[in-house]
């Protein structure tokens, strides 16, 4: 196999795909009845969804009372969360969660785990360089623990991983499209913020620029469509 890069670049593919599917799967049944994430207290998906719909509809999804009342309403048939569904994401991420207020909700939740995912090993297997290695490093995300809990909270880590090993991999041949990456991971911004340190070290100052430029257009933008609540 060794000798087969070929065959090693199918497999990875084939589990990116597999992984694709298993988590979407995963998503699925996660939050396929309310009652079972309550149960649980997996409440995250439920949590996008109100701060997704709020949003889309005109309301403010940082409003406690306002997304209780919404869950309430939709989902529980009158009756109040048992806990408390907190929303705690900076405005640079807004547009990744309206997202998940389009479609079904356990639809429009599996499609962006399964999307996120997908993403994230495709960089994962960029970053890996040698067949074997990728191979590896791809089976074992899929199936590391925090992927899998990830996946069944339907949260957003897989989407920075995405975002912060993409930046890694193009940050040589393409440093502008990694600017761009690293700017949209303001959505985390402890994690946006060490790669950002590093940079400043290197004095990548147009890199810098670029992804800066990239954090404010998204705010700006998310100011011009949502406003200022």
Known sequence: ??????????????????????????????????????????????????????????????????????????????????????????????????????????????????ATTTGALLALAAWCRAGESRLAWTAVAIFWTPALFNSALTQTGALATALAVGTLVLAKRHPTAAAILLGLLAFKPQYMGPLLVAAIIAKEWRFIGVALATMLSVAAGTTLVWGTS
């Not at 949003?55 to 408390?84: C, E, K, M, W």
């Not at 929303?87 to 640079?92: A, G, K, L, S, T």
């Open 1 to 114: 196999m060794k000798n087969n890069p070929v065959l090693l670049f199918a497999l990875t593919m084939t589990l990116v795909g597999l992984g694709a599917v298993y988590t979407w799967l995963l998503a699925s049944f996660s939050v396929s009845t309310t009652a079972a994430c309550f149960d649980a207290n997996m409440c995250d998906g439920l949590t996008f969804r109100a701060a997704a719909e709020l949003l889309l509809q005109g309301g403010d999804p940082y409003d406690r009372s306002a997304r209780i009342a919404h869950v309430s309403a939709t989902v529980l048939d009158g009756d109040n969360p048992a806990f408390d569904l907190p929303f705690q994401y900076p405005p640079n991420a807004l547009p990744w969660i309206a997202l998940r207020g389009l479609g079904p909700a356990v639809g429009s939740a599996a499609a962006f785990t399964a």
